[in-house]
């Protein structure tokens, strides 16, 4: 059969030799892996004719959510005598066989269709095609190109939507409208190449945006029908993480395919400055499909004040309380850790760090080595000048910093700005730019706003030492 297909296309026709079957399902909604099929119809087409069908209702199994039945109309009772899957398998495999699978958003019935036959161990394979992409490429300009939109369009008639028999039958009349398009026979062609990524790509993304994607480090942006970003995601090479998403079965990537209609990136030259860039992004469009990063989470802070004794304290709290922040970090724990480390390198009292409460002399578990400034055996002026040992190493540490990275092309450098340990912002520099001083990095600099996740981003950068800081 596609022997034939690919000889008749040449010839510039669709032969009617060619068999499609054209499906439509109604599932329980629980995404690809949890799936079930309630309702199936299947009709063989000719190209011209329909010449066999079939349709059933189907017992899933499993209790039907209550939102589906709403849209479907299709309940528990409805199916409870229906057959199941198992028991119409071979229906199903011999109507489909030597034939080419059609569906509108064809991804989405063929995958749950595949995982159905998959559970009772048959591995179902066949060639597809998609109407949404055959219609965006055949019938461009359309507002939307759902199956109800689509056909009100074009004026073909939808009876019983949201039903199986309804949508396949309105299929059937929109592909027999699509081959009898002019440009048709090229376009099977090219999507039915076993090279091309027509099959896989989302049904509402065109080719030509995906191939536009550059295969460099950078973040990318999708975004749905009208515009709105979507989901944000960074890469070392933006097209091959992009397509990885296209070929991920899981439920979240498959509603997520499902409404990509374009796609922008920006490009940063280093995985590091676009894991900063993905962060900032989400933080600012907070994307329907990004699950991490979206919660605003407390960060901490160290800071020091002398009490009413003269006895310099080092303590933490939250940083949005602290107004001059010694160090910050993403969480209590780091910070405690911190402190206690503090504590044992320059023999500092746990009670004066604020690692334990208590009315009398120090007792901390961990940090044993104070030298006796609770208990009036160390000179406030001997202790101090330990503080003040801690405070000028931190200072050395929270020196300002600049991490340099790969620009967006070879005749230019990307620099990370961080300062007292905190993320400050980012800049490309060209090669040709003369560099002298702190000032003049400090010029090309786009502030951005430090986060607990970029934080933790420097925070693991700087511990790996193997990036160029100066």
Same mark, same amino acid.
């Given at each position: 059969?596609?022997?034939?297909?690919?000889?008749?296309?040449?010839?510039?026709?669709?032969?009617?030799?060619?068999?499609?079957?054209?499906?439509?399902?109604?599932?329980?909604?629980?995404?690809?892996?949890?799936?079930?099929?309630?309702?199936?119809?299947?009709?063989?087409?000719?190209?011209?004719?329909?010449?066999?069908?079939?349709?059933?209702?189907?017992?899933?199994?499993?209790?039907?959510?209550?939102?589906?039945?709403?849209?479907?109309?299709?309940?528990?009772?409805?199916?409870?005598?229906?057959?199941?899957?198992?028991?119409?398998?071979?229906?199903?495999?011999?109507?489909?066989?030597?034939?080419?699978?059609?569906?509108?958003?064809?991804?989405?019935?063929?995958?749950?269709?595949?995982?159905?036959?998959?559970? #009772? $161990?048959? /591995?179902?394979?066949? +060639?597809?095609?998609? @109407?949404?992409?055959?219609? !965006?490429?055949?019938?461009?300009? &359309?507002?939307?190109?759902?199956?109800?939109?689509?056909?009100?369009?074009?004026?073909?008639?939808?009876?019983?939507?949201?039903?199986?028999?309804?949508?396949?039958?309105?299929?059937?009349?929109?592909?027999?409208?699509? #081959? $009898?398009? /002019?440009?048709?026979? +090229?376009?099977?062609? @090219?999507?039915?190449?076993? !090279?091309?990524?027509?099959?896989? &790509?989302?049904?509402?993304?065109?080719?030509?945006?995906?191939?536009?994607?550059?295969?460099?480090?950078?973040?990318?942006?999708?975004?749905?029908?009208?515009?709105?970003?979507?989901?944000?995601?960074?890469?070392?090479? #933006?097209?091959?993480?992009?397509?990885?998403?296209?070929?991920?079965?899981?439920?979240?990537?498959?509603?997520?395919?499902?409404?990509?209609?374009?796609?922008?990136?920006?490009?940063?030259?280093?995985?590091?400055?676009?894991?900063?860039?993905?962060?900032?992004?989400?933080?600012?469009?907070?994307?329907?499909?990004?699950?991490?990063?979206?919660?605003?989470?407390?960060?901490?802070?160290?800071?020091?004040?002398?009490?009413?004794?003269?006895?310099?304290?080092?303590?933490?709290?939250?940083?949005?309380?602290?107004?001059?922040?010694?160090?910050?970090?993403?969480?209590?724990?780091?910070?405690?850790?911190?402190?206690?480390?503090?504590?044992?390198?320059?023999?500092?009292?746990?009670?004066?760090?604020?690692?334990?409460?208590?009315?009398?002399?120090?007792?901390?578990?961990?940090?044993?080595?104070?030298?006796?400034?609770?208990?009036?055996?160390?000179?406030?002026?001997?202790?101090?000048?330990?503080?003040?040992?801690?405070?000028?190493?931190?200072?050395?540490?929270?020196?300002?910093?600049?991490?340099?990275?790969?620009?967006?092309?070879?005749?230019?450098?990307?620099?990370?700005?961080?300062?007292?340990?905190?993320?400050?912002?980012?800049?490309?520099?060209?090669?040709?730019?003369?560099?002298?001083?702190?000032?003049?990095?400090?010029?090309?600099?786009?502030?951005?706003?430090?986060?607990?996740?970029?934080?933790?981003?420097?925070?693991?950068?700087?511990?790996?030492?193997?990036?160029?800081?100066?």
């Amino acid at each position: 059969m596609i022997t034939a297909l690919k000889y008749s296309l040449v010839l510039g026709v669709i032969s009617s030799c060619v068999l499609y079957t054209i499906v439509d399902i109604e599932t329980t909604g629980n995404g690809l892996k949890g799936n079930r099929v309630t309702e199936i119809s299947i009709f063989k087409f000719d190209g011209e004719h329909v010449v066999e069908e079939f349709t059933s209702l189907v017992n899933p199994k499993c209790p039907i959510p209550y939102f589906i039945t709403g849209l479907t109309g299709i309940d528990d009772q409805m199916v409870a005598k229906a057959p199941t899957f198992l028991e119409i398998a071979d229906q199903i495999l011999d109507i489909t066989k030597d034939t080419i699978f059609v569906a509108h958003s064809v991804n989405f019935d063929y995958g749950v269709i595949k995982e159905e036959f998959r559970q #009772i $161990g048959i /591995d179902f394979s066949r +060639k597809k095609l998609c @109407t949404v992409r055959l219609s !965006r490429k055949l019938i461009p300009g &359309l507002q939307s190109y759902s199956l109800g939109k689509l056909c009100k369009a074009v004026s073909i008639p939808l009876t019983d939507r949201h039903r199986a028999r309804g949508d396949a039958h309105a299929t059937v009349l929109l592909f027999k409208k699509l #081959i $009898g398009t /002019d440009g048709a026979p +090229k376009v099977f062609s @090219t999507f039915l190449n076993a !090279r091309s990524q027509e099959a896989t &790509l989302p049904p509402l993304l065109s080719k030509k945006t995906v191939n536009g994607l550059p295969s460099a480090p950078g973040v990318y942006y999708f975004k749905n029908s009208v515009g709105a970003i979507i989901y944000v995601g960074k890469a070392i090479n #933006i097209k091959k993480r992009v397509l990885g998403h296209f070929y991920d079965k899981s439920n979240h990537e498959i509603r997520l395919c499902r409404e990509v209609a374009d796609i922008d990136f920006e490009l940063s030259g280093s995985e590091l400055l676009a894991l900063l860039m993905e962060s900032e992004a989400i933080k600012k469009h907070y994307p329907k499909y990004n699950r991490a990063q979206k919660r605003t989470l407390k960060q901490y802070a160290l800071f020091s004040y002398e009490d009413r004794n003269g006895i310099v304290h080092l303590c933490f709290d939250t940083l949005r309380r602290v107004a001059n922040p010694l160090v910050v970090f993403t969480n209590q724990t780091e910070c405690r850790a911190f402190l206690e480390e503090l504590c044992t390198t320059f023999s500092l009292c746990p009670k004066y760090c604020h690692l334990q409460q208590t009315g009398g002399p120090c007792n901390h578990y961990r940090t044993q080595n104070c030298e006796g400034i609770c208990r009036s055996e160390e000179t406030v002026t001997d202790y101090n000048q330990k503080v003040h040992e801690a405070l000028l190493s931190l200072k050395e540490q929270n020196a300002k910093l600049f991490i340099q990275e790969s620009g967006r092309h070879a005749q230019e450098k990307a620099i990370i700005f961080v300062e007292n340990g905190r993320y400050r912002g980012y800049g490309f520099i060209e090669d040709s730019v003369h560099i002298t001083s702190e000032e003049d990095l400090e010029a090309h600099i786009i502030l951005k706003k430090s986060t607990v996740e970029t934080q933790r981003i420097i925070q693991t950068t700087l511990r790996k030492s193997t990036t160029a800081i100066f």
